[in-house]
């Protein structure tokens, strides 16, 4: 049995602590998110799109734009976001 690109991405997001969103409104909007008090050496903390033309745009494909990305945020190097006030057990 062939698995879906959406559980390939929900899998993945696991293993890395990623969050996934998806809405559909007027078109589909997306964003995956590191976990709370961390962010790239390149400064970021989301990667995410839109896709307008969503009714010519599978579903398949958005989610692999959407592993894409998840996977872009992976290669980086993940550091504590020095603006964020998260406690520290010792």
Known sequence: MR???????EAYAAQH????????RCGVW???DLPEGLI?????????GEVDDWED????EIWGAIMDDMEA?????????PDCNLE???
């Open 3 to 9: 698995t879906s690109t959406k559980k390939k991405c």
């Open 17 to 24: 602590f990623i969050t996934i969103t998806v809405r559909r």
């Open 30 to 32: 997306y964003s995956v």
């Open 40 to 48: 790239t050496e390149s400064g970021n903390t989301t990667r995410g």
């Open 57 to 60: 745009v599978s579903m398949a």
């Open 73 to 81: 945020l992976v290669w980086e190097k993940w550091i504590v976001n």
């Open 88 to 90: 520290v057990a010792s």
